[in-house]
């Protein structure tokens, strides 16, 4: 799913760092705004992107480090996570352990460089958004996003993944499509 040039450790350092620029940004008095995501605040965006890619790792029997708490301090939370998956990214025995994915055989590097960078995207907007930051998302990420999207096909709408897509104008910009058809309004 990345570049034929970009390893998953690349890909995620990179959609690593933009979320976590996203993350030190958010004004302290804003966690607890609401996000895009039905019944999430901010804080809970971040909980999520933590949580599930503490999971991930598990079903190869790894482990991430245990964080501080999200409730407690959102961006060292998330640093504690991000740090510990690129450790697990970064050595190519670790990242290639494979398990039996929804899609089928697979390796840890893969599902992250897929599913989890595109979380990063996708959650880094809506974090943006519930809490006033830029909601930008670069031009070759959104590229991504998007085909990442058509590759999951009508597994997107799974529960607990995307809602039903939104109705935007034809002539709008390809973010707001993009995110439309992820169920969320730009």
């Known amino acids: 799913m990345t570049s034929t040039t970009e390893t998953p450790a690349a890909h995620y350092r990179d959609l690593a760092a933009k979320f976590t620029k996203r993350v030190e940004s958010v004004p302290a008095a804003r966690w607890d705004d609401a996000s895009p995501c039905d019944g999430w605040t901010a804080r809970d965006v971040v909980r999520h992107v933590i949580d599930t ?45 494979e398990y039996d ?57 799974t529960a607990g993944v995307c809602g039903p897509a939104v109705d935007v104008p034809a002539d709008s910009d390809e973010q707001t499509r993009v995110l439309a058809f992820l169920g969320r309004k730009a």
């Not at 961006?75 to 970064?90: P, S």
């Not at 998302?137 to 709408?157: F, K, S, Y």
């Open 101 to 157: 994915g929804h899609f089928g055989r697979t390796e840890l590097g893969k599902t992250v460089d897929s599913f989890y960078c595109f979380d990063l995207v996708v959650h880094g907007w809506d974090l943006a958004r519930a809490t006033g930051l830029d909601e930008t998302i670069p031009a070759d990420d959104l590229t991504w996003v998007g085909g990442v999207a058509e590759q999951l096909g009508d597994n997107i709408r």
């Open 53 to 97: 890619q503490r999971y991930i790792v598990t079903v190869v029997d790894l482990e991430l480090p245990e964080p501080p708490s999200v409730d407690d301090d959102p961006v060292a939370a998330w640093a504690a996570t991000r740090d510990g998956m690129q450790e697990i990214l970064d050595d190519p025995a670790k990242a290639g352990r």
